[in-house]
């Protein structure tokens, strides 16, 4: 177990967006945006929240721990799946209310409905005549969420399969 990291309190102004000490900004609900990047590719993985404390598991492990707001809870990226978010640098933003993370994936995948990138879809036409449809990204996923996780959220199956 690690003994709990305790962040050092936001000085000035300066200090902040310029000084070599983190200092990171929660906001009112004590969250912290995070971006999550792969470390080899910098292709974006996921964004997620951090609180207080999944900052200071993940700098400590070096592995991705995020706050879910959806189950008000702490989690460690791949305590379920195996998919786990190996930490290899971690940025911050100038002002310091945003957290960037490059990670190795172990296991090759982010995302919890089994595509690598959470970001597996764009929208197919930008500007006023949109249909807003999305095109996907990603052809296959990495693995079958129905045979990973043990509960859906909302009990819908899930596009398409895995590959073998």
């Excluded at 900052?55 to 492990?61: K, N, V, Y």
């Amino acid at each position: 177990m690690h003994p709990p990291l305790t962040f050092p309190p936001r000085g000035t102004l300066l200090d902040i967006e310029e000084g070599a000490q983190l200092q990171p900004k929660f906001d009112e609900r004590g969250l912290i945006p995070c971006v999550t990047q792969d470390a080899a590719t910098l292709e974006v993985l996921m964004v997620g929240v951090m609180n207080a404390e999944a900052l200071a598991l993940t700098i400590a492990t070096r592995q991705a721990h995020y706050w879910s707001r959806s189950r008000q809870k702490l989690w460690r990226k791949g305590e379920q799946s195996g998919f786990v978010q190996h930490v290899e640098q971690i940025l911050i933003d100038d002002d310091q209310d945003c957290v960037l993370l490059r990670v190795r994936v172990e296991g090759g995948a982010s995302c919890h409905v089994g595509y690598r990138s959470c970001f597996f879809r764009a929208l197919a036409r930008l500007g006023p005549d949109t249909d807003f449809a999305l095109t996907f990204l990603e052809k296959e996923k990495v693995f079958d969420p129905n045979q990973v996780y043990q509960t859906a959220l909302d009990r819908t199956p899930l596009r398409g399969k895995a590959k073998p």
